[in-house]
T-cell receptor
Framework: EPEVTQTPSHQVTQMGQEVILRCVPI?????FYWYRQILGQKVEFLVS????????KSEIFDDQFSVERPDGSNFTLKIRSTKLEDSAMYFC???????????FGPGTRLTVL | QKEVEQNSGPLSVPEGAIASLNCTYS??????FFWYRQYSGKSPELIMF????GDKEDGRFTAQLNKASQYVSLLIRDSQPSDSATYLC??????????FGAGTTVTVRA
């Protein structure tokens, strides 16, 4: 069964450093998402992406964040200058159409020191 | 105002019992509703989705939707220790993002 994959599973970085989180969505899916979950809190929407453009973004998704689909398979989330409060699990999700079920990857745990 | 609210839990049930999870949402225009299961440190895993008013059954799980009351529930019948997890109610908003509740943690006692 096709799955969303994410790398790395755990990323430790120093405050102020740039990180890139990678996702490979399910191959026939066209809509991609990033969510995050701070420890002990609820899952929060960050951004949706379709046809090489951001469709929606939350207020969390400020200028420090960017997304890209650099090739036909990868979908990346970049945080330019990490802050302590960026420490969280970051989940990528994909779906064939926006009203369909979103399937989540295993997540990347980001720890900012 | 919180968009999606769940009964806070934690919910502890004996093995074989029914676990009942509740969720309310604020956006009356929402059309699609999902229950995800999340084990500690893992990603959300889809249990069920429901679009229409009424009940939808899948094995030991039954989802119930009442759009007039803006209420979604999940029943887990014959609860097993492996059902111990946090259950997330998620509502698809009009701009096609998932809005999650805080989750209800269920513990099934053997």
């Amino acid at each position: 069964e096709p799955e969303v994959t994410q790398t790395p599973s755990h990323q430790v970085t120093q405050m102020g450093q740039e990180v890139i989180l990678r996702c490979v969505p399910i191959s026939n899916h066209l809509y991609f998402y990033w969510y995050r979950q701070i420890l002990g809190q609820k899952v929060e929407f960050l951004v949706s992406f379709y046809n090489n453009e951001i469709s929606e973004k939350s207020e969390i998704f400020d200028d420090q964040f960017s997304v890209e689909r650099p090739d036909g398979s990868n979908f990346t989330l970049k945080i330019r200058s990490t802050k302590l409060e960026d420490s969280a699990m970051y989940f990528c999700a994909s779906t064939p159409s926006p009203s369909d079920t979103q399937y989540f990857g295993p997540g990347t745990r980001l720890t900012v020191l | 105002q919180k968009e999606v609210e769940q009964n806070s839990g934690p919910l502890s049930v004996p093995e074989g019992a029914i676990a009942s999870l509740n969720c309310t949402y604020s956006d009356r225009g929402s059309q699609s509703f999902f229950w995800y299961r999340q084990y500690s440190g893992k990603s959300p895993e889809l249990i069920m989705f429901i679009y229409s008013n009424g009940d939808k059954e899948d094995g030991r799980f039954t989802a119930q939707l009442n759009k007039a009351s803006q209420y979604v529930s999940l029943l887990i019948r014959d609860s097993q220790p492996s059902d111990s997890a946090t259950y997330l109610c998620a509502v698809l908003t009009n701009d096609y993002k998932l809005s999650f509740g805080a989750g209800t943690t269920v513990t099934v006692r053997a």
